[in-house]
């Protein structure tokens, strides 16, 4: 007889995790307090990164502001869609037993040049963008 391993699987443990940062997120607004990380691109360099502004529009998604989630930043908003339909895949793979990349890769390059895009368009000093600050 040999000892049973209790714990959590990897995905419950995974779920919980994030069921915990959601919870933190939605009782505490990133812009007001400030137990978050701060960005180091932005404090180092006064840019803003493709991720600034993040954790400010999930706590708006979270209170169902999508308007000023997508002004705080549009790349991210969009995303949602991608990364639930990402997890379904994940998961309908994961159910079937199917090996092989859930995604091509060529497709995860083309995200991150996209989001490498977002990054530089931004930061552009033209009045159209001046509604995405972060």
């Known amino acids: ?3 049973q391993n209790k714990s959590l699987p ?3 443990t995974m779920a919980l995790v994030a069921l915990g940062v959601g919870l933190v997120l939605y009782a505490f607004n990133p812009a007001t307090v400030p137990i978050f990380p701060v960005c180091l691109f ?3 360099t006064g840019l803003n990164c493709p991720g600034c502004g993040s954790l400010r529009a999930m706590h708006q998604l979270l209170h169902g502001n999508v308007v000023e989630a997508f002004r705080l930043n549009a790349l991210l908003v969009i995303s949602i869609p991608i990364g639930v ?3 379904i895949r994940l998961l309908r793979q994961h159910l079937r037993n199917e090996p092989g990349p ?3 890769p060529l497709w995860i390059w083309i995200y991150a040049l ?3 895009v977002f990054g530089i368009v931004r930061e552009l000093p033209v009045q159209s963008f001046a509604v995405w600050p972060p």
């Open 42 to 44: 932005h404090q180092w």
């Open 10 to 12: 990897v995905s419950w």
């Open 85 to 87: 339909w990402f997890g």
């Open 1 to 3: 007889m040999g000892i």
């Open 114 to 116: 996209v989001w490498l």
């Open 102 to 104: 859930i995604v091509r």
